[in-house]
């Protein structure tokens, strides 16, 4: 009985372990035809100078309005017009507060619009903190095969590298079919109300977009194990944004005589209970979609496990979840960002309280967040109060015409590129613009390495020279061939 009990085991092991060599062995990416590279030629030295210049503008989004350096804003927005003669004698421009919105007749009026959009405003460095830079945040440096400084990434390079793509197709006669709008943002880094004036313009007028892009990902060296190829998510849905304060409530008093647990101490029991009970994660719909293409490049045991996800899905979340990029595709994140207690050192507080910021994942709304914070901390000693916040967008098609021209024009450039959807971490000006798309991308055509990822919002920002050359080169593509089809 006990050798039957053995051998039937043995028998259903081997026929598991067949069925997930077979769907191991099938789990590849279809053999690629060799692309001819063909990248246009610019001038590439004075796109370099012209971002460096675009830097030195210190065009700051501060959260308190009354810093609003204003004459910075009005100084490159002269600058750009002086820089980009061309761009401004053929497109005509609309000014929204600091915010601009550029049109390009087409041709056939019967066709959609389309439109590309970046901001040119950057978000403060941190006080204290210039002097471990290694190139002044604000001189536009050239060195190392870099440009340096606030923008070079997030997002003057946008900005910078459309207004020399448009000029160079206007040198070159080119007269695009479809109408192309650009909208460039004065204060995205403060929830883009520049963005959201330009959409209320075009919605009145009645204007549907066929498709957008917009910042987003970049073209990937190096983040994902094993994979050698270039990986490019085009992010076609971007994470919501939502704000909770959390407050605990207690008897004040002298910090002479404290009692057992104070505000203080409710508060922190209240976000560790939040740190352990994160809001759930998996790969599924979207970020699936991604891993099942970007894995199909990966060595063979990486292949075994995402071939096999039916069988080694916890094991891959449990994994993937302990990279914080990577988590924050999964789920939506939870982060407490600013704290507040006593207003004295020696006066125990009635309240203390934590603001949590949370960046949704589609799967997820306001309300369900909402309820699971409240589940996890609410008591008669814990209070979840909401504070605003914007659900995550609607998924874009990743079967379009818009992501496929991308895509393809991608491959013009970069060769041997993989395209996968993906999702925006971040916010952008696109949750604007896209309520007027039919679809809408976030993507910048830019490539970076794993170590480019502290510049965002963080010290040394700054952009490889021949990526930034390469993504002139890409964004003349996708302006060709998205505004010819």
Partial sequence: MLKKFFLSLFTILLALLSVTLVQTFMHVADESKPIEVKGVSIDEAKAIQNLSASIKFKTISHQEREKFPQQEFDNFIKWASLTYPEFHQVLMLEQFEHSLLFKWEGSDATLAPILFEGHYDVVPVIPG?????????????IAKNRIWGRGALDDKSGVIGLMEAATYLIQNDFQPKRTIYFGFGHDEEIGG?????????????????????GEGSFVNRGFFPGVKKLIAPINVAEKGIMNLMIVAKAKGGHSSTPPKRTAVTILAEALVKLEKEPLPGSLEGLSAAMFDEVSKHMPFGYRFLFANRWLFGDMIDSQISSTPVINAMIRTTTAPTMLNGSIKSNVLPIEASALINFRLHPRDSINSVTEHVRRVVGSDEVE???????????????TSPGFKIVSASLDKIYGDIVSVPGLMIAASDTRHYSKIADNS???????????????????????????FVSGVQTYIEIIREGSSS
Avoid at 129 to 141: H, I, Q, S
Avoid at 196 to 212: C, D, F, P
Avoid at 385 to 397: K, N, P, Q, T, V
């Fill in 384 to 398: 979840v109060r909401y504070l605003g916040g914007m659900e995550a967008s609607d998924i874009s098609s990743w």
């Fill in 193 to 213: 109300g520049g963005a959201a004036l330009i959409t209320e313009k075009l919605r009145k007028e009645g204007v549907q977009l066929h498709w957008s892009l």
């Fill in 441 to 467: 991308f976030r993507f910048n055509p830019f490539s970076i390495v794993p170590e480019d990822m502290t510049g965002f919002h963080g010290t040394n920002e700054s952009i490889d020279i021949d990526s």
């Fill in 129 to 141: 903190t210039e002097d471990l830079w290694e190139e002044m945040p604000f001189a536009g440096t």
